[in-house]
């Protein structure tokens, strides 16, 4: 299957490079060699990993210091607040507004944040499209990291969907991150599928 979704600033720093970006399975080769012959070119790849929800998912504690809650982000101030901090993470590729408020009209959508006193410090979000759920933008500043933070949040996102009945959740990770593939197989998700994305320059 296909995915055609526009790509802003992610392969050049020119402050209004726009790119249209495809992404397809890797083992959908005659559709690569298509885009390929049409002027695309190569950008990355992601695997897709899943996990059952049906499996056993572990409890994972929370240091004392720290507390869990839900946010969602209900004013244009909290949204802003949250993408001052997801940018801080991903300065080259931000979410931004537009993909923010995009993820938020899915159903069962929900922000998931750590804090330390009234400091967020880590942060995932949930939601179910068609019959399974997602996990997007898992992040951990970095003063707070190696705290398990990334972990315990995971598991509060395997339970928030399972309690929705939903029996697969995925989520994407680039193939060179190797700390967070070694995270999320140590919450029992699985390598399913490799997309390959590629990009043409529609200046």
């Not at 005659?30 to 929800?53: D, E, P, T, W």
């Not at 720290?66 to 979410?95: C, G, H, V």
Request: with cysteine; glycine share 4%; hydrophobic share 35%.
């Amino acid at each position: 299957m296909t995915l055609l979704v526009p790509l802003y600033k992610a392969v050049t720093a020119q402050e209004n490079a726009k790119f249209w970006c495809v992404g397809n399975d890797s083992t959908e080769h005659a559709n690569n060699q298509f885009f390929i012959s049409k002027g695309y070119k190569r950008l990355s790849s992601v695997f897709c990993m899943a996990r059952n929800l049906n499996a056993p998912i572990s409890t994972i504690p929370l240091r004392e210091e720290f507390s869990f809650s839900y946010w969602n982000m209900k004013t244009p101030e909290e949204e802003q607040d949250y993408l001052r901090i997801e940018a801080e993470i991903w300065p080259d590729t931000p979410l931004g507004l537009h993909r923010l408020r995009s993820y938020k009209k899915h159903p069962h959508w929900t922000s998931m944040t750590i804090r330390q006193d009234d400091t967020l410090v880590a942060g995932l979000m949930a939601w179910q499209e068609e019959d399974y759920g997602v996990i997007e933008d898992v992040f951990v500043r970095e003063e707070w990291r190696k705290n398990g933070l990334a972990k315990y949040l995971l598991a509060q996102g395997l339970h928030y969907l399972k309690e929705h009945n939903l029996a697969h959740v995925m989520l994407m990770v680039s193939p060179t991150n190797d700390s967070a593939l070694s995270l999320y197989e140590s919450v029992g998700f699985y390598k399913d599928n490799e997309e390959m994305r590629y990009y043409i320059d529609l200046d």
